[in-house]
């Protein structure tokens, strides 16, 4: 995201937002970034993901099953949130329909779930008290538009930060940890 918390990117023009070349991979990405997304996407985890999330995913990483990121997503069971029904073609991928199929889920065994972009499944994560993490990553420049990771309407929440760094291009990477209320 952003200074401002704009994490609205490239693939997402909805609502005339022109700022799409500000994405990471285009101007922010050295050495320092790569190896610590590389230790976050290098293990286990399933990926839960929104449905506009899930149309751009399906298309690119099924044909970039290379690396860590696309090794990663492709190992996955992709949990894929919408209230309509959805053919879904991406393999491991399955349709959760609601909040209380979330909940379902994330009580049971097995690999962490990570959710990337989704602005507004992590609006509802958040507004359920879903979210056990956040792995920021922080890009220096305003936009002042677009869509903003906590809108209005995010809950209160109290977090501890578990690892930080700062890259030599200025990004910070900043992982907190939910540590319950707001004292």
Do not use: C
Not at 17 to 36: A, I, M, N, T, V
Not at 154 to 175: D, E, R
């Amino acid at each position: 995201m952003t200074l401002d918390g704009i994490m609205q990117m490239e693939e997402d023009s909805s609502d005339g937002f022109k700022y799409g070349g500000w994405g990471p991979p285009l101007h922010y990405s050295d050495e320092f970034s790569r190896k610590e997304m590389n230790e976050q996407l290098g293990g286990s985890y399933d990926l839960l993901l929104g449905r506009k999330t899930y149309d751009i995913f399906s298309v690119y990483w099924p044909q970039h099953k290379d690396g860590v990121i696309g090794s990663g997503f492709d190992r996955a069971t992709k949990y894929v949130v919408s209230h309509n029904d959805l053919r879904l073609t991406w393999e491991k991928s399955i349709l959760l329909k609601d909040v209380e199929a979330i909940k379902k889920l994330k009580s049971q065994d097995g690999p962490d779930l990570q959710v990337h972009g989704s602005g507004n499944l992590v609006q509802t994560l958040m507004k359920h008290d879903l979210v056990d993490e956040l792995w920021l990553k922080i890009f220096p420049l305003t936009l002042g538009t677009g869509k903003r990771l906590f809108a209005d309407g995010t809950n209160p929440a109290a977090y501890k930060l578990s690892k930080s760094m700062v890259t030599p291009l200025g990004v910070i990477f900043a992982n907190y940890e939910r540590t319950g209320e707001v004292i």
